[in-house]
């Protein structure tokens, strides 16, 4: 089974912060993601990465970055964090040919105070 | 702009009877279709997926999956309580490997 594995379940964190959340899978999936989950607007592609050190935009990348200097780690970076960047984000990971699914990691809760 | 589109629901079903779960998505590349669930405070989960027109059954679980009309479905049989989450229905259009997802529909199973 693809194990998808986020660092944190819950965290918390001040305005202002500069804030990680870490991803790491398992299955050697050349393709890793970042989304953000909030009520009723559904999930919200943040960042994709197709290869090591190599990344892609989203439809909602503005006060995010995220780094891959290896395949199995994808993070993401909040650079400056601020109380509407509270949300679920989640990491999934898809192998390279086309068409495969997407697998979650179990999510984490950020809260920005 | 590709959109997928769900019924937001609650959708309600006593257990036992047949739950019919509808998506339409918008761009007619699109290639392979997905229905993931989601419990409230849990991360989605792949349950099913189907790349030809016609019907994919495992389980309980049955995809429908009609190119032309550009819906696809999710019917689970023999509902149970357990089934009670949000069903999000996601698709790649060919030569992408993004998913586009919907909003998702809520189920709620009644014992």
């Known amino acids: 089974d693809v194990k998808v594995t986020q660092s944190s379940r819950y965290l918390v964190k001040r305005t202002g912060e500069k804030v990680f959340l870490e991803c790491v899978q398992d299955m050697d999936h050349e393709n890793m993601f970042w989304y953000r989950q909030d009520p009723g607007l559904g999930l919200r592609l943040i960042y994709f990465s197709y290869d090591v050190k190599m990344k892609e935009k989203g439809d909602i990348p503005e006060g995010y970055s995220v780094s891959r200097e290896k395949k199995e780690r994808f993070s993401l970076i909040l650079e400056s964090a601020s109380t509407n960047q509270t949300s679920m984000y989640l990491c999934?990971?898809?192998?390279?040919?086309?068409?495969?699914?997407?697998?979650f990691g179990d999510g984490t809760r950020l809260s920005i105070l | 702009q590709k959109e997928v589109e769900q019924n937001s629901g609650p959708l309600s079903v006593p257990e036992g009877a047949i739950a019919s779960l509808n998506c339409t998505y918008s761009d007619r590349g699109s290639q392979s279709f997905f229905w993931y669930r989601q419990y409230s405070g849990k991360s989605p989960e792949l349950i099913m997926f189907i790349y030809s027109n016609g019907d994919k059954e495992d389980g309980r679980f049955t995809a429908q999956l009609n190119k032309a009309s550009q819906y696809v479905s999710l019917l689970i049989r023999d509902s149970q309580p357990s089934d009670s989450a949000t069903y999000l229905c996601?698709?790649?259009?060919?030569?992408?490997?993004?998913?586009?997802f919907g909003t998702g529909t809520r189920l709620t199973v009644i014992p």
């Open positions: 999934a990971s898809s192998s390279f040919y086309e068409s495969q699914p997407q697998h």
């Open positions: 996601a698709v790649i259009v060919d030569g992408a490997n993004n998913l586009f």
